[in-house]
């Protein structure tokens, strides 16, 4: 794990989300869990190693989050909509996707249960661990239940994925209004260093080409729309964008995957389908 501060740890090249550790005078806190059980059981080892974990926050509900809450016996911390999500997951139909990440996984998956959210808020939470506070705020934007946590005594935020830094960004159910305004408030936090959801460590220098990045997607799908192309066009031919960044560690080959994901969401929030109906 890269060290941050005196008390914040990160890992930012494992297949999945990042992650990180913060060490408080209480015992550690956990900010995210690998997507490998077998990277979640070698990071349980060194949290043992370095003292009582006491708590963990998941910052999002998609399952490259969450997947290793299994294999820590403490109580997670979320937004509501991300244990409502836990909740709804097609456990076979994950377990069965989790396991094609190699051939240890299948028998660390056996019996599985995820560790959801047992301690949930709406807008703003502040959990108090020792000599350190983690104000938790709801920011959606990727999904509708991003939070960023901010450890507020070492200038760290971990935004989740309302910020993808020099990786491809996934908008599969994004409502890029909410995002921006998530972006601005990142801009606005005290905190100067940022753990974005993947690519590496940055800062809020980063947030603006982020901010740029969206908007540059939503532009791309409402030209589509405008030169006369319905959704499976759009879906089929708006490709452009998939060079502009690589995709994170282990999502080679994802992007054509992706950008048809991102084309979709797009198209419905432009034209106020799906997800996205209105009323």
Not at 219 to 248: H, Q, S, W
Request: hydrophobic residues 40%; contains cysteine.
């Amino acid at each position: 794990m890269k060290q941050l501060t005196a008390n914040v740890f990160v890992e930012t090249g494992l297949k999945g989300a990042n992650h990180g550790i913060v060490t408080t005078s209480d015992g550690i806190v956990l900010i995210d869990t690998p997507h490998r059980p077998s990277d979640a059981l070698r990071l349980k080892g060194e949290i043992d190693r370095r003292g009582r974990l006491r708590y963990l926050i998941n910052t999002e509900p998609h399952g490259d989050h969450w997947t290793g809450n299994a294999y820590f016996e403490v109580p997670v911390v979320a937004q509501q909509g991300v244990r409502s999500r836990i909740l709804g997951t097609d456990l076979a139909a994950h377990v069965a996707r989790v396991a094609s990440f190699g051939p240890e996984v299948p028998k660390l998956l056996e019996n599985y249960r995820p560790n959801a959210p047992v301690i949930t808020f709406q807008s703003e939470m502040s959990l108090h661990v020792g000599n350190h506070t983690f104000c938790m705020i709801h920011m959606p934007g990727h999904t509708p239940y991003q939070a960023a946590v901010i450890v507020e005594e070492e200038g760290v935020v971990f935004t989740s994925d309302n910020v993808f830094c020099k990786v491809q960004t996934w908008l599969q159910e994004a409502d890029p209004d909410h995002w921006l305004r998530a972006l601005e408030s990142l801009r606005g936090l005290a905190a100067e260093t940022l753990v974005p959801g993947h690519g590496p460590v940055c800062d809020k220098r980063y947030l603006e080409e982020q901010r740029s990045f969206i908007q540059e997607w939503v532009d791309y799908v409402r030209g589509g729309i405008r030169r006369g192309m319905n959704k499976a066009d759009c879906v089929a031919n708006l490709t452009a964008l998939a060079e502009r960044y690589p995709m994170d560690v282990g999502q080679d080959g994802m992007a054509p995957h992706v950008m048809r994901l991102n084309v979709g969401n797009l198209y419905d929030y432009l034209t106020g389908a799906g997800i996205h109906a209105r009323g």
